[in-house]
C-alpha cells in the first residue's frame, strides 16, 4: 500500500458533512482508496453504503483526475472477471519547499508521498544577504526545481519552510538571528515573482505537524516542541489534529526569567531567554572562543566537552521555561530538539532540574507529568508539514463536489 503521510489531515476536510452527505463523497472515496489495501470498486460501496454507479462515476473522476489508478491484481483465483484494485497516485500533485539549514538555502520538489523528486541548494552568507538577493536566489532555486518537476504532476504551488519569528497568515518573515538583513520581511509578492501561490511557515510548526501525524496513539494528547540550538523556539499542537497554535506563538526565546538580566538580544529587547541561553549568545559570552556558532558543530564540541559549567544557568533558565510552559499548556509531551539535548548528560541535567523545580508534590501539578523526550530535527518531517496546506487545499479543490 501507498502510504501518504498526514492523509488524515488531508481528509479531515471531507468528513464534516456526514459519512452520508453526497458533499465530500467524493473526498471519501479517495480518502478510502489512500488508507485502505488497494480496495475495488464493489468494496468501496460496501464499506461505504453506497450504490455501486455512484461509487464507479466517482472513481472514475478520480482516475480522470489522475489521483488514483486502477490495476488488475497479478494472479486472481477467483473465476470469471477478477477485480479491479485502486491505488493512489502520489505522483499526480507535488509542491516546491524552500528550507534552511545554517547558510544553506535548500529548495525541493516533493509529491503527495513525501518523496523527494528533485532538490538543490545554494550556500549564501546569511548575515550579508539583502531582501532582493534573497529573492534572487529564490528565483533560481525555483527554476531549477519547476525544470525537474514530471510532466504528469500538478504543481501546487511554493512554500518557504522558516527560522525564526514567521508570521504565517501575513506571509511575513518577521525575525531570524541568522538573517538579520531579512527581518521584517513581506513575502506575499514573491508569488508575483514565482508566479505561483506561494505559503509562508515557520519551521518548528511545519515539523510537529508532521510529527505528530505519524502517531496514531496520542488520540486527543497536546505535544509541544521545543527547539534550543543557536536560537530558542517552540510550537504547540493539540492532537485534535486541527490546532496548531501559528500566530505570534512560541516565541518563548524572547521571554524573560530573569527581570535584572541586562544582556541584550538580537530583536531589540533585554534580557532574552534566547540572549542568555541560545548558542549564538552563548558563543558570543563565553570566553573559550572555540564554542562554535553552528549546531551540528557545537553538538560535536559538546559531546567532547569536558567541562560544561557554561551551561548552569542556561539549564536553570530551560528548566523554568519547562515549568512555565507546563503550566501554560499542559502538554502530555514535550519533544526537544537541538544541539544541547543530543548530549545525554546535558538533557539528563535538564530533566532533573525541571523534576527539583516542578515537583510530584506540588498541588498545581495535580498529578499531571508531561512526558520529555528528545528527538532530532526531521528534513522528511519539515518538507511534508511545509507542503501539507498546499496539498490540502488542491485536494480539497478536486474532491469536493
Ligand atoms: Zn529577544
Redesign the pocket.
Known amino acids: 500500500m501507498t502510504s501518504l503521510p498526514m492523509s488524515d489531515y488531508y481528509f479531515r476536510q471531507f468528513e464534516h458533512d456526514g459519512a452520508d452527505a453526497p458533499a465530500g463523497r467524493k473526498g471519501r472515496i479517495f480518502s478510502a482508496i489512500c488508507q485502505g489495501d488497494a480496495p475495488t470498486r464493489k468494496k468501496l460501496a460496501t464499506d461505504m453504503a453506497l450504490r455501486p454507479a455512484t461509487v464507479s462515476d466517482l472513481v472514475m473522476e478520480l482516475i480522470h483526475d489522475g489521483l488514483i489508478t486502477e490495476s488488475r491484481p497479478a494472479q486472481s483465483l477467483q473465476k470469471g472477471r477478477p477485480e479491479i484494485l485502486l491505488t493512489p497516485a502520489p505522483g499526480r500533485l507535488c509542491a516546491v519547499i524552500f528550507h534552511f539549514v545554517s547558510h544553506t538555502m535548500h529548495c525541493a520538489v516533493v509529491d503527495l508521498a513525501g518523496t523527494i523528486l528533485f532538490e538543490t541548494t545554494e550556500q549564501v552568507q546569511a548575515d550579508k544577504i539583502d531582501k532582493q538577493g534573497f529573492i534572487d536566489v529564490l528565483s533560481s532555486l525555483a527554476g531549477k526545481c519547476t525544470a525537474h518537476i514530471p510532466g504528469s504532476a500538478k504543481q501546487c504551488g511554493y512554500a518557504l519552510s522558516l527560522p525564526g519569528i514567521v508570521d504565517e497568515p501575513g506571509k511575513r518573515w518577521v525575525y531570524s538571528a541568522y538573517w538579520p538583513k531579512l527581518s521584517d520581511f513581506d513575502l506575499s509578492e514573491v508569488s508575483e515573482t514565482l508566479g505561483h501561490d506561494v505559503i509562508v511557515r515557520k519551521n518548528l510548526n511545519c515539523e510537529l505537524r508532521a510529527r505528530t501525524s505519524r502517531r496514531k496513539s496520542l488520540g486527543t494528547g497536546k505535544t509541544l516542541l521545543i527547539h534550543w540550538g543557536i536560537g530558542i523556539g517552540a510550537a504547540f499542537i493539540s492532537n485534535d489534529r486541527e490546532l496548531v497554535l501559528t500566530e505570534g506563538f512560541g516565541e518563548i ?2 521571554c524573560v526569567l530573569d527581570p535584572l538580566s541586562t544582556v541584550s ?3 531589540g ?1 533585554i534580557g ?1 531567554m ?2 542568555e541561553a541560545g548558542l549564538w549568545a552563548l558563543a558570543t559570552m563565553s570566553q573559550d572562543q572555540s564554542i562554535p556558532i553552528n549546531e551540528q558543530k557545537f553538538e560535536d564540541y559538546l559531546q567532547d566537552c569536558t567541562d560544561k559549567s557554561f551551561l548552569k544557568r542556561p539549564l536553570l533558565l530551560m528548566a523554568h521555561t519547562l515549568r512555565n510552559l507546563t503550566l501554560t499548556l499542559m502538554p502530555d509531551e514535550i519533544v526537544l530538539t537541538g544541539p544541547f539535548v543530543q548530549c545525554p548528560e546535558t538533557f539528563q541535567r535538564l530533566t532533573e532540574r525541571f523534576e527539583l523545580i516542578f515537583p510530584e508534590g506540588a498541588l498545581v501539578r495535580k498529578g499531571r507529568k508531561p512526558k520529555i523526550v528528545s528527538g532530532r530535527r526531521s528534513k522528511s518531517d519539515e518538507l511534508v508539514g511545509a507542503a501539507f496546506d498546499l496539498f490540502r487545499t488542491e485536494i480539497g479543490a478536486l474532491c469536493r463536489i
Open positions: 526565546g524572547h538580544c538580537k530583536c529587547m532574552c534566547e540572549a
